[in-house]
């Protein structure tokens, strides 16, 4: 049954082994060469000076520069690394949806079922030999595009948390992976087409994707509060914590909103127009502060854990049900 397997999938194996290859050829020169660049500059201790607030004008000036720089070369990678958050589901989609439905679409299950074999090892054999080998796939893509980004989370002072990057690099595309390969097996148990399975499959991964990501993740742990005065303030916080900053505003120190999706930065002795207080003409008052609600950078990993789990569950819920409706198909 192995065997049979193996003879089944080997094209699909192939192809997804040449995918890998060809990520392998993008991302190990391109993440070499940011390693390097990012040594060279020093950028490590310019980070940790300007997190820390003990660098003077002039040395944080350089800095800056040369993180525009590393930004200017290498911040377009970024753009490449978004086609990646495709791959789980190109995976689901080629490997899942066929698994069963391409069987009873042309018919040759009774075939199988016929030589002593029965539909529970049948279904076992084909389940363990595609999820095994979809979690080996994702593994290494998961885990390398983290490797591969690790640079430009830093030095493109970018959140991991932002949509998009968060979920494409981790364990995450791990459990997002290996759901979309059982929604498509699942789909194909019950619809026994390949194509209404695929659509099938497309559709419940997107839905239950977003949805996900927009209600679930902000809440997977209470959100922490930060304030800081408008005065004194250098620049906007949390960008060289990678902090999650759900939602900010300005506030007067009654607590009373004067903006919100915003900060103010008035640098210490700075005046407005016509010499009033910085920031008087949007009706700040002195004390006024800017306020955060955020995900700390730190709580990334965890966050990875969590939503990988939740997906894996479901992957394991949805390859059980497939396994019980092979038994009803005729």
């Not at 002039?58 to 990646?84: H, I, K, P």
């Not at 439905?101 to 279904?123: K, Y």
């Not at 914590?241 to 939602?247: E, H, P």
């Amino acid at each position: 049954m192995i065997w049979l397997t193996w003879r089944q999938h080997r094209k699909q194996a192939l192809y997804t082994l040449a995918g890998l290859l060809a990520l392998a050829a993008l991302i190990v020169p391109t993440g070499l060469s940011m390693r390097g660049t990012y040594a060279d500059k020093g950028l490590r201790a310019c980070l940790d000076g300007l997190r820390d607030g003990n660098l003077s004008p002039e040395a944080s000036n350089t800095c800056m520069r040369a993180l525009d720089a590393f930004n200017d070369q290498y911040g377009t990678l970024t753009f490449a690394g978004v086609l990646l958050l495709v791959l789980p589901l190109l995976v689901g989609l080629f490997w899942g949806a066929p698994l069963v439905a391409r069987e009873t679409e042309q018919g040759t299950h009774r075939l199988v079922w016929t030589q002593g074999i029965s539909r529970r090892r049948w279904a076992l054999v084909k389940v363990a030999a595609v999820g095994g080998f979809t979690l080996a796939v994702a593994v290494v893509y998961g885990l390398g595009t983290s490797w591969w980004m690790a640079p430009l989370m830093h030095a493109g002072q970018l959140s991991r948390f932002e949509s998009g990057l968060f979920d494409m690099q981790g364990i995450a595309p791990i459990g997002y992976t290996l759901f979309a390969v059982a929604l498509g097996v699942f789909a194909g148990t019950v619809w026994h087409k390949v194509l209404p399975a695929m659509g099938v499959a497309l559709a419940g991964f997107a839905v239950l994707r977003i949805a996900l990501t927009v209600l679930l993740r902000p809440r997977l742990m209470p959100p922490k509060v930060r304030t800081y005065l408008v005065e004194g303030n250098t620049g906007e916080r949390g960008n060289l914590t990678g902090d999650w900053v759900l939602a900010k505003q300005v506030r007067n120190p009654d607590g009373s909103i004067v903006a919100s999706n915003t900060e103010v930065s008035c640098p210490p002795g700075v005046t407005g127009p016509g010499g009033k207080a910085c920031g008087a003409d949007l009706g700040l008052q002195a004390g006024a502060y800017n306020w955060q609600q955020y995900q700390p950078g730190d709580r990334f990993w965890l966050f990875q854990s969590i939503e990988a789990g939740v997906f894996v569950a479901l992957a394991i819920l949805l390859f059980y049900l497939a396994i019980r409706r092979v038994r009803r198909i005729a």
